[in-house]
């Protein structure tokens, strides 16, 4: 790894987020609070500028961007942000514990959406605008952005691309990466803009609603209120973001293609397709359930609360606007599986990706037809492209690694967690970047009551989940740190 073009593009990124921190510190001001709100921002964002200045002065230099390099960019990039985001918590008094601090801002940049703060109510305005703006900057990916805006990276900024976009594939929309990054955050900015007024027209306020929409583009869940959008009381704004968060967990390409004036490639890709089948029979699956368990809730009543919930949990958003943790045990698994199963690649979801449960399912269908045809020659496709080994192998690696880190993780977590539900949840949801759980992390609970050793352990999910595992996996490998 060359040190000086890694961490002069850490550089940018920490001043991306020195302003992002700026901004919010500014609305704090303006709206009057408190200067312990307003300084806790404001000396934040000048200390992290400081060592932003510093860095960038030190390792100015002409070198492009490896692929190793890029893999460098975003394993150390992210973590250095996150610590450097969980300053105002602690400087606020907001959040007490830096780990907890950290486990929060990793939370935001993550888009998991899981809470260490019982009473979002008693937060300042200017600390609540930034834990959505950790959900705006980590949705589609700070270095997307730096990538977007910065024209030195030049041909490095693929490999910045490829790093930090999740998912099997990442589809070059432009040309140059460059074009593709600064289209994706257009989509992503025009998308939280047209959410925002939609929420204003449903009754939220301005605040409220800039915060709401860029959690819910970001799939990320953080709300202003304590109740999440159960404090709302209007299917109006259920509905609005039910439709927002399936954009957010639908392919931006896609959306890309549809803002030209093509409307058929959200119904002709097969990922959406299996994507929204599986949400219907689960939300079907789980109505039903509802309405038998709970006798004097009507059918109506039950269809609206499960929507919301598969909607919320399938696409890693984590939005709350029914206690799931009281329903049937069987619609508890079912949900946990939705929050395994994720998003669909290149959206801004978490788990596992639709595309990879997909090409899984094929390759298995596949084996068993061929225990019975051994000569058969029995291609796995997708969309109708024929797959072959060199591709899924990847992509079976994955979610076995996948798999197996969710079930250490679990049995980890049982020396944090008071029980099996709250473990498993806990890491899916984390791993996942959901948010919300099961048990002592149910969704009327959070995450405060996670002793700090727990929650360094989840602050460890989020991050692999959200970079998929080989990116920060390469940090121990000894070649990686050799020039």
């Given at each position: 790894?060359?040190?000086?073009?890694?961490?002069?593009?850490?550089?940018?990124?920490?001043?991306?987020?020195?302003?992002?921190?700026?901004?919010?510190?500014?609305?704090?001001?303006?709206?009057?609070?408190?200067?312990?709100?307003?300084?806790?921002?404001?000396?934040?964002?000048?200390?992290?500028?400081?060592?932003?200045?510093?860095?960038?002065?030190?390792?100015?230099?002409?070198?492009?961007?490896?692929?190793?390099?890029?893999?460098?960019?975003?394993?150390?990039?992210?973590?250095?942000?996150?610590?450097?985001?969980a300053v105002p918590y602690v400087l606020s008094g907001a959040i007490v514990s830096p780990v907890a601090a950290v486990f929060e801002t990793v939370s935001g940049m993550t888009t998991t959406g899981a809470s260490?703060?019982?009473?979002?109510?008693?937060?300042?305005?200017?600390?609540?605008?930034?834990?959505?703006?950790?959900?705006?900057?980590?949705?589609?990916?700070i270095l997307v952005l730096v990538v977007a805006i910065l024209p030195f990276v030049g041909a490095g900024s693929m490999q910045l691309f490829r790093a930090e976009m999740a998912g099997p594939t990442k589809d070059r929309i432009e040309p140059r990466m460059a074009a593709t990054a600064k289209t994706l955050w257009g989509i992503y900015v025009l998308l939280i803009i047209l959410l925002v007024f939609l929420l204003r027209l449903g009754g939220m306020d301005w605040f409220d609603g800039v915060c709401h929409a860029c959690a819910t583009l970001a799939t990320g869940g953080f709300s202003t209120r304590t109740a999440s959008i159960a404090a709302y009381?209007?299917?109006?704004?259920?509905?609005?973001?039910?439709?927002?968060?399936?954009?957010?967990?639908?392919?931006?390409?896609?959306?890309?293609?549809?803002?030209?004036?093509?409307?058929s490639p959200w119904w002709r890709d097969s990922g959406t397709r299996f994507y929204l089948g599986v949400l219907a029979a689960a939300t079907l699956f789980c109505t039903v359930g509802l309405h038998g368990a709970a006798g004097n809730l009507d059918w109506g009543e039950a269809l609206r609360q499960t929507s919301f919930t598969c909607v919320s949990l399938a696409t890693t958003t984590g939005f709350c606007t029914a206690d799931f943790d009281g329903w049937p045990a069987a619609s508890k698994v079912l949900l946990l599986l939705l929050m395994l199963m994720g998003g669909c690649v290149g959206s801004t979801a978490g788990g596992i990706k639709v595309a990879r449960i997909q090409m899984t399912l094929k390759a298995v269908a596949r084996e068993i037809r061929l225990f019975m045809q051994p000569q058969a020659v029995i291609p796995v496709k997708l969309d109708r492209t024929p797959l072959d080994d060199s591709a899924l192998v990847p992509v079976l690696a994955f979610v076995t690694l996948y798999l197996l880190v969710a079930a250490t993780g679990t049995v980890a977590m049982l020396w944090f967690a008071p029980n099996l539900a709250?473990?498993?949840?806990?890491?899916?949801s984390?791993?996942?970047?959901?948010?919300?759980?099961?048990?002592?992390?149910?969704?009327?609970?959070?995450?405060?009551?996670?002793?700090?050793?727990?929650?360094?352990?989840?602050?460890?999910?989020?991050?692999?989940?959200?970079?998929?595992?080989?990116?920060?996996?390469?940090?121990?490998?000894?070649?990686f740190w050799k020039k």
């Open positions: 790894m060359n040190f000086k073009p890694v961490f002069h593009v850490i550089a940018w990124l920490l001043g991306v987020v020195a302003i992002a921190m700026g901004v919010c510190g500014l609305v704090s001001f303006l709206y009057g609070e408190t200067p312990a709100a307003w300084t806790a921002l404001a000396y934040a964002a000048a200390g992290t500028l400081a060592v932003a200045a510093a860095l960038w002065t030190l390792t100015r230099n002409d070198q492009e961007l490896s692929r190793r390099d890029g893999l460098g960019v975003v394993a150390i990039g992210w973590p250095l942000a996150s610590l450097a985001g260490v703060i019982p009473a979002l109510e008693t937060v300042p305005k200017g600390i609540l605008l930034w834990r959505a703006m950790t959900h705006f900057i980590g949705g589609m990916g009381h209007s299917a109006y704004i259920e509905v609005v973001l039910m439709a927002f968060m399936l954009l957010g967990g639908l392919n931006f390409a896609l959306h890309y293609r549809v803002l030209r004036g093509e409307f709250t473990a498993i949840s806990a890491v899916v984390c791993l996942g970047g959901v948010g919300p759980g099961l048990s002592a992390v149910g969704p009327t609970m959070n995450y405060s009551t996670i002793p700090g050793g727990g929650q360094l352990m989840l602050i460890g999910m989020m991050m692999a989940g959200r970079l998929e595992f080989f990116t920060l996996l390469v940090l121990f490998v000894p070649a």
